[in-house]
Nanobody, 115 residues
């Protein structure tokens, strides 16, 4: 499985961005897709996840602002980020967890929110 993340950039506080994660390979064996983020010097943290049944889960810090979704026809997972805050600044990674618990990571895309 290969993951290609895109959509990061510089945005002002209060603005929006949509991240995309394009999937290829044995995507039929994916159980859960998720977005994580990492700030230098801190641990990578889970932002949002979506299961094969489209059940979603969000970190408390992004609930009501971020939405994770998937387009199976395009083999793409999205993270719509609204009302962005300076503390959302991080490198965002997409992750695929297979049914056999093996995980794959995308290369990361940088989101910078200016206050």
């Amino acid at each position: 499985v290969q993951l290609q993340a895109s959509g990061g950039g510089l945005v002002q506080a209060g603005g929006s961005l949509r991240l995309s994660c394009a999937l290829s390979g044995s995507i039929g064996s994916i159980n859960v897709m998720s977005w994580h983020r990492q700030v230098p010097g801190k641990q990578r943290e889970l932002v949002a996840s979506i299961t094969w049944r489209n059940s979603t889960n969000y970190a408390d810090s992004v609930k009501g602002r971020f939405t994770v979704s998937r387009d199976n026809a395009k083999n793409t997972v999205y993270l719509q980020m609204n009302s962005l805050k300076a503390e959302d600044t991080a490198v965002y990674y997409c992750n695929a967890r297979m049914w056999n618990l093996i995980e794959y990571w995308g290369q990361g895309t940088l989101v910078t929110v200016s206050s």
